[in-house]
């Protein structure tokens, strides 16, 4: 879809998390409250761990169109539209992620939300999530499926760095839920 641009002023209600942000705690501390989350679908896009952190080596989560896949996450229903703009300094926007509505498929029917996707300049291969990033994805098991928690489980990661690492990151050993 992507029709609207990132700095518009597109009357979008929804935003769609699939990495850190399924976290409910973390989601919460970055905006505030948000009328309600649902279990959601972003059809014919895949995950990676793609993204450049600012650890060489270490992955964060991204997305990129690709057929017959899909991506489940968590979908946020904003208090109101601007609230994704308190969402931008962490997401990097316009630097490390652009912002676009994509839609997402929920039991209540298709949503349009807007979906953070790294800029391919940010992205190579051969890169993994630290093991305490990955806690933050997990935390929103409850919306997702028992195979797609499963799959994020069985993910390979950085299980090796300090403290100073983490903070470098943005996370820490204890993931709050």
């Given at each position: 879809m992507s029709e609207y641009a990132a700095d518009s002023d597109a009357d979008v209600h929804y935003?769609?998390?699939y990495g850190s942000?399924?976290?409910v705690a973390r989601m919460q501390?970055?905006?505030g409250d948000t009328r309600r989350m649902l279990a959601a679908t972003l059809r014919h896009w895949q995950l990676y761990f793609d993204k450049a952190s600012r650890i060489e080596g270490v992955?964060?989560?991204n997305v990129r169109r690709e057929e017959g896949s899909h991506v489940e996450g968590v979908l946020y229903e904003l208090k109101h539209p601007s609230q994704i703009r308190d969402m931008d300094p962490f997401e990097g926007h316009p630097v490390e992620y652009c912002r676009q509505?994509?839609?997402i498929d929920t039991a209540d029917g298709p949503l349009a939300a807007w979906v953070y996707v790294a800029l391919p300049e940010?992205?190579?291969l051969g890169r993994i999530p630290a093991r305490e990033y990955m806690a933050h994805l997990l935390a929103g098991e409850d919306f997702l499926s028992q195979t797609y928690v499963e799959r994020l489980r069985q993910q390979q990661c950085v299980e090796t760095l300090?403290?100073?690492a983490l903070l470098t990151l943005g996370i820490s050993r204890h993931?709050?839920?």
């Open positions: 935003y769609f998390a942000n399924m976290n501390a970055r905006v992955a964060h989560a509505v994509e839609m940010k992205t190579a300090n403290d100073e993931t709050s839920r």
